[in-house]
């Protein structure tokens, strides 16, 4: 199952993973993504709500390139698991015990278009209500289609159930409000509404099970997809919500569906969460549908995770980079926070760690090279040249001591004269020549002498 979605985040972790964090790269993938997505059947609105997630974790972050897959797949599992618990949970059971406590039958209406296995799905209900110690009723209240009255009266003999049913032709809703008064007078905890199939694009017929909803208020109205249809499903529960605002979905034939984009794309177009997946042909085959077992056959078991660590960048040649930027409070102001996970129980929520570690800057080039200015930004020497009128240093030994004084004032916050320490003056002081011995000054790192 989902053997195609899996594949499709498993690409883009390896893509990223093998890529540096640059916008354009980053971006290039989630076009790669996109188009495997759309041929997973993720509907476009789940596709943006991916890609939109991705960029404000990765794009602007600098982070250890061995840790961008699990970055990646984090992000993905996290958006994906949060948009389902924003479509949130029914509990069916417990819903009919209440009603059935208050001597009122509880009443399912179930709706989708012909060939979804609409009416084998209510069978299978009805056998899942049997088991779970609750007596039903079915409303035939498919009364255009040949041939259904029979198929659903045939399921309820199989599993012992009253179906109240009339004449081809009838009026749908004066069926299911005869079962409904059926199942009060009988003492009948649950009606299930077996209503005829209808294309999402026929307007009259859409009015038609509205009308059968409103003569008998269900309790639950829920919509019963084909997986195996793919967008066209999708396409077809956002009709039925527009006009039905349907309560949940169940997907079957899921045991055959390879691409498994239909059950996200369903959540997050109608924002109704999906209740049971059809898995079989058996009237035992209807399963409830499990979120963190969903999550795991698409990313895998949840593990612990190394802990992300967020690199500062470095400066190369030709690129000035303030150092005040590079400060531990700068990075975590500027990055996205990198949080590592650590394994639970479905139930357990995790809770965030943040660990943001600053790395000291590799040497320069120029340094290893016996450059005492490597690693100072060429607009820091020329800004305390002008503040202090220092002149070029003659020989190595003066450029040292520069460098040093250079980066004291920069570590005290770049203060101006009247703000110089007295070591900074004093060190300023072994720098400066009388007027007439001064050469003509360069405040260019370049048209020092350096030996």
């Not at 199942?183 to 077996?194: E, R, T, Y």
């Not at 066209?232 to 691409?259: M, W």
Request: aromatic share 6%.
């Amino acid at each position: 199952m989902f053997d195609k979605l899996r594949n499709a985040f498993s690409s883009a972790v390896k893509s990223l993973g093998e890529k540096e964090l640059k916008e354009k790269d980053i971006d290039e993938v989630l076009s790669q993504l996109e188009i495997a997505l759309l041929e997973s059947d993720v509907a476009t609105e789940v596709i943006d709500m991916l890609k939109d997630d991705l960029k404000k974790q990765l794009v602007g972050a600098t982070v250890q390139k061995d840790k961008i897959p699990d970055i990646v797949k984090q992000d993905l599992r996290q958006s994906i698991s949060n948009m389902f618990d924003a479509a949130g949970k029914i509990d069916i059971l417990s819903n009919i015990q209440k009603k059935k406590e208050k001597g009122e039958p509880y009443i399912i209406s179930f709706m989708g278009i012909n060939g979804t296995g609409k009416t084998t799905t209510i069978a299978k209900f009805a056998n899942f209500l049997r088991e779970s110690k609750f007596s039903a009723v079915i409303a035939a209240a498919d009364t255009y289609r040949a041939g259904a009255i029979e198929q659903i009266s045939e399921h309820a003999k199989r599993l012992n159930i009253k179906v109240i049913a009339q004449n081809y032709g009838s009026d749908p809703a004066a069926v299911a409000r005869d079962a409904a008064l059926y199942a009060k007078s009988h003492k009948i905890d649950c009606v299930l509404v077996d209503t005829a199939g209808r294309m999402q694009t026929s307007k009259n017929l859409m009015d038609q099970i509205s009308k059968i909803n409103k003569v008998v208020n269900p309790d639950l109205k829920l919509f019963v997809g084909d997986a195996l249809a793919g967008n066209n499903t999708v396409s077809q529960a956002r009709e039925f919500y527009n006009h039905t605002k349907f309560d949940g979905a169940i997907l079957t034939k899921s045991d055959a569906d390879a691409r498994g984009g239909a059950a996200i794309s369903i959540v997050k177009v109608t924002s109704s969460p999906i209740l049971y997946l059809g898995v079989g042909q058996e009237y035992k085959d209807l399963k409830s549908f499990d979120k963190d077992l969903f999550l795991e056959m698409i990313f895998g078991p949840q593990e612990i995770t190394p802990e992300l660590i967020i690199v500062p960048p470095t400066e190369k040649p030709g690129e000035k980079i303030e150092q005040e930027e590079t400060s531990e409070e700068k990075v975590v102001a500027q990055k996205p926070e990198i949080v590592s996970t650590t394994k639970a129980s479905p139930k357990e929520e995790v809770k965030p760690e943040i660990k943001v570690e600053v790395k000291p800057e590799p040497k320069h080039a120029a340094e290893e090279q016996g450059d005492p200015f490597a690693g100072i930004a060429t607009n820091d020497i020329e800004k305390y040249s002008d503040l202090f009128d220092v002149l070029p240093p003659e020989n190595d030994d003066d450029a040292r001591r520069l460098a040093a004084t250079i980066r004291k004032w920069i570590s005290n916050g770049r203060p101006k004269p009247k703000e110089t320490t007295k070591e900074e003056v004093e060190e300023k002081e072994e720098m400066t020549v009388p007027d007439d011995e001064k050469p003509k000054k360069s405040h260019s790192l370049f048209g020092w002498k350096k030996k």
